[in-house]
């Protein structure tokens, strides 16, 4: 059974820095890209950022760009989100997923076969 547990949100302050983590199990995660989306209330759910398997490569939506790092640590089974100078409009709940497309990158919903329960993430003004 396949489970992914994001962590690390939380409420902070505008220009404050949060890191997200998200722990797999149940797959070979070393196999596959992972992606970290979020999901405004009211709004479709959103790619922010991906990462290969090997970390190798990396895709930013571009709002992302300059403020999101994406890592992993395919020996903890555990893909990051690193984000920086957070603004009142990246309040979201956001989501790891897997993908097992092997099309590169893989920016839509569809192309995600598990994803976590999310973590919820609040920048206040």
């Known amino acids: 059974q396949v489970q992914l547990v994001e962590s690390g949100g939380g409420l902070v302050q505008a220009g404050d820095s949060l890191r997200l983590s998200c722990a797999a199990s149940?797959?070979?995660?070393?196999?596959?890209?992972m992606g970290w989306f979020r999901q405004a209330p009211g709004k479709e759910r959103q790619i922010i950022a991906v990462i290969n398997e090997s970390g190798g490569s990396t895709y930013y939506e571009d709002s992302a760009k300059g403020r999101c790092t994406v890592s992993r640590d395919n020996s903890k089974k555990t893909v990051y989100l690193q984000m920086n100078s957070l603004k009142p409009e990246d309040t979201a709940a956001y989501f790891c997923a897997v993908s097992v497309n092997r099309n590169w990158p893989p920016r839509t919903r569809d192309e995600y076969t598990y994803w976590g329960q999310g973590t919820q993430v609040t920048v206040s003004s």
């Open positions: 149940g797959l070979a995660f070393r196999f596959y890209s």
